[in-house]
C-alpha cells in the first residue's frame, strides 16, 4: 500500500487525519504533562503502513524527549521502518569542543540520542557544518540551494555574499548549483574575549543589482546588520537581501534591525514561526518576509 503513518510533533495533535493525495495517515498524538514535570506521549490511532516518518522540531532537549518517546511508540505499534524529518539539529554549532572540560554537544549528546533509536534516514536541511554528515548515522541532507530555489531564480542580477569564511564554501556550492556567476567573500573579526564583533569588511563593487547575503543560521543577527552597514558603504548603488535556512531571531531591537537593513529575507520555519508582530515589524520597514514551510500540511483536518 502506497504511504506511510505521519507523525508530527511541530504542533501535536489528536485528530485522526487520512486524506493526503499519497496515502498517508496522520497519527494523532496525546501529550501528558505530570506534577513532576515528566511528560507522557501516546499515539491515539492505529498505523497502517509499515513505514512512519516524524516531522519534528529539534530545538532542545525537551523536543529530543519527545521524539524519543515517539519513536518508541511507533516500535512498540509494530511499525517496521521510521523516518525522521527534523530541518534543524540542535547542536549544529556545538561541532567542537571550545574549552577544557566542555563537551562537543553535537558528538557526544545529540547525535548518540538520535543514533541510538534507529532511523532508516534522517533528513536535515543545510546543517552547520559537515561534522553532522560525519557523526549523525543514515543522515541525507538538503542543501541551501535546493531549500531556496524558487527565491534565488527570482533575484535581478544577483550576486551571492558570504558573510564570513565559514559560509565560504556555502556560497561556492550556492553559485555552482544555480549558475550565478557573482560572489563576494566578506569577512569579520571577533573579539574572543567577549564575542562581540569589531569588524566586517565587504570588498568594493560597482555592483547595482541584488547582493544575496547566504548562511545558514540567524540566531541574534549582529552578524549580518554590521555587514549590510559595510555593504551599503561598499555597494552604495545595491539592493541588499538576506537568504538564512534556520531562522531564530532571538533578539527583537535585531529583528529590526535587520528589517531596516534588507530589502527582504528568506528564511524557513525549521526553528519556529515568525509571530505577527515581527511580521507587522518587517512590512512596516519595508522589507519583504518569505518564509519557506518545512512542514507543509497536505492533509486535510477532520471536522
Known amino acids: 500500500m502506497k504511504g506511510m503513518n505521519v507523525v508530527s510533533l511541530v504542533s501535536p495533535s489528536e485528530d485522526l487525519v487520512m486524506d493526503s493525495p499519497d496515502g498517508d495517515v496522520s497519527l494523532g498524538v496525546k501529550i501528558t504533562t505530570f506534577p513532576d514535570g515528566q511528560r507522557d506521549l501516546r499515539i491515539v490511532n492505529l498505523p497502517v503502513h509499515d513505514t512512519a516518518r516524524i516531522d519534528a522540531r529539534l530545538r532542545n532537549f525537551s523536543d529530543l524527549d519527545l521524539l524519543i518517546m515517539a519513536k518508541r511508540s511507533l516500535d512498540d505499534l509494530g511499525v517496521k521502518e521510521v523516518d525522521l524529518k527534523c530541518p534543524y539539529l540542535p547542536g549544529a554549532r556545538s561541532d567542537r569542543r571550545f574549552g577544557k572540560g566542555g563537551t562537543r554537544y553535537l558528538a557526544e549528546v545529540v547525535a548518540p540520542i538520535i543514533n541510538a533509536l534507529g532511523f532508516r534516514v534522517v533528513v536535515v536541511w543545510d546543517p552547520h557544518s559537515d561534522v553532522a554528515e560525519n557523526v549523525?548515522?543514515?543522515?541525507?541532507?538538503?542543501?541551501?540551494?535546493?531549500?531556496?530555489?524558487?527565491?534565488?531564480?527570482?533575484?535581478?542580477?544577483?550576486?551571492?555574499?558570504?558573510?564570513?569564511?565559514?559560509?565560504?564554501?556555502?556560497?561556492?556550492?550556492?553559485?555552482?548549483?544555480?549558475?550565478?556567476?557573482?560572489?563576494?567573500?566578506?569577512?569579520?573579526?571577533?573579539?574572543?574575549?567577549?564575542?562581540?564583533?569589531?569588524?566586517?569588511?565587504?570588498?568594493?563593487?560597482?555592483?547595482?543589482?541584488?547582493?544575496?547575503?547566504?548562511?545558514?543560521?540567524?540566531?541574534?543577527?549582529?552578524?549580518?546588520?554590521?555587514?549590510?552597514?559595510?555593504?551599503?558603504?561598499?555597494?552604495?548603488?545595491?539592493?541588499?537581501?538576506?537568504?538564512?535556512?534556520?531562522?531564530?531571531?532571538?533578539?527583537?531591537p535585531l529583528f529590526d534591525e535587520l528589517t531596516r537593513a534588507y530589502s527582504s529575507i528568506t528564511t524557513t520555519n525549521s526553528f519556529r514561526d515568525l509571530t505577527e508582530v515581527e511580521r507587522t515589524v518587517a512590512r512596516d520597514n519595508g522589507c519583504e518576509l518569505e518564509v519557506v514551510d518545512c512542514f507543509p500540511s497536505v492533509i486535510p483536518q477532520h471536522a
Open 136 to 252: 549523525v548515522a543514515k543522515m541525507a541532507k538538503v542543501p541551501f540551494h535546493e531549500v531556496f530555489a524558487g527565491r534565488l531564480s527570482r533575484f535581478d542580477h544577483p550576486m551571492l555574499a558570504s558573510p564570513d569564511a565559514g559560509a565560504t564554501k556555502k556560497v561556492y556550492d550556492v553559485a555552482s548549483a544555480t549558475g550565478i556567476t557573482s560572489v563576494l567573500l566578506c569577512s569579520k573579526h571577533r573579539d574572543v574575549a567577549t564575542g562581540k564583533i569589531t569588524g566586517t569588511h565587504v570588498p568594493g563593487t560597482d555592483h547595482s543589482g541584488d547582493i544575496v547575503v547566504c548562511d545558514d543560521i540567524v540566531d541574534g543577527g549582529r552578524t549580518f546588520t554590521e555587514l549590510a552597514k559595510a555593504a551599503r558603504a561598499s555597494a552604495p548603488s545595491a539592493r541588499l537581501h538576506l537568504v538564512v535556512t534556520h531562522g531564530i531571531f532571538s533578539s527583537a
